[in-house]
């Protein structure tokens, strides 16, 4: 399975997006992980909403406490046996592609340029 995490913060006008992104990418089994940084607009109510009949997690913290940590708590809860991060929510749907196929490759680390 594969796991990919996704640190958010404010990102409510570009979660669906990227949600559909994945999910018309992914064709093996995976997890979406959540982690909601304390956003002011309705970011985690949206992936609440997104989740549904799909293998979403969503973690919403009630205080910020920065990407990195948003990062370190996705992978801690990860159930995959291959973990991705995420961190530009604007990457483009060839460019999830493209990463989903590295990841299939075996490839241990793939970077994306925007």
């Given amino acids: 399975m594969i796991s990919l995490v996704v640190p958010t913060h404010n990102n409510a006008s570009t979660i669906g997006k990227l949600i559909e992104q994945i999910h018309a990418s992914m ?4 997890e979406i992980i959540i982690v909601d940084d304390y956003s002011s607009d309705n970011t985690w109510e949206k992936a609440m ?3 549904v009949n799909r293998p979403i997690r969503v973690i919403c913290w009630k205080k910020k406490r920065g ?10 809860d990860a159930k995959g046996d ?6 530009d929510l604007h990457m483009k749907t060839a ?8 990841i299939r490759r075996g490839c241990d680390i793939f970077g994306y340029i925007h």
């Fill in 95 to 102: 460019s999830i592609k493209d990463m989903i196929s590295s």
């Fill in 82 to 87: 291959v973990i991705a991060v995420i961190i």
């Fill in 67 to 76: 990407r990195s940590q948003a990062i370190y708590r996705g992978i801690r």
């Fill in 49 to 51: 909403e997104l989740g």
């Fill in 27 to 30: 064709q093996e089994n995976y």
